[in-house]
């Protein structure tokens, strides 16, 4: 399984954007999707957990995790953000279901986007 992610960029504070995690190789119905973000001299941190169609886990209202299964594709919609959102986004997959999503658990991992909020 591999997973490639695109949609980060520079958006305003309040503003929006939608991150898409591609993946090949294997169908991610067989799999937890974490959302994960890292700032700069932080720790990374969970966002989202979904699998089954249900989100397991997010870490705030303003974050959307979904799974299109025929694109076989995860995403993550970002909606009023501020500056404390700056971050590298990751996506990462973890086989199983339920709320399994671990930064020491998950079996593969996104490259990566940035993500970067400011005026």
């Known amino acids: 399984l591999q997973l490639e992610e695109s949609g980060g960029g520079l958006v305003q504070p309040g503003g929006s954007l939608g991150l898409a995690c591609t993946a090949s190789g294997v169908s991610l119905d067989y799999y937890a999707i974490g959302w994960f973000r890292q700032a700069p001299g932080r720790g990374r941190e969970l966002v989202s957990c979904f699998s089954d169609g249900n989100t397991h886990y997010s870490l705030n209202s303003r974050f959307t995790a979904s799974v299109h299964k025929a694109w076989n594709t995860a995403y993550l919609q970002l909606n009023s953000l501020n500056p404390e959102d700056t971050s590298i986004y990751y996506c990462?997959?973890?086989?199983?279901?339920?709320?399994?999503?671990?930064?020491?658990?998950?079996?593969?991992w996104g490259q990566g986007t940035q993500v970067t909020v400011s005026s």
């Open positions: 990462a997959a973890r086989a199983g279901s339920g709320n399994i999503c671990r930064e020491g658990g998950m079996d593969h």
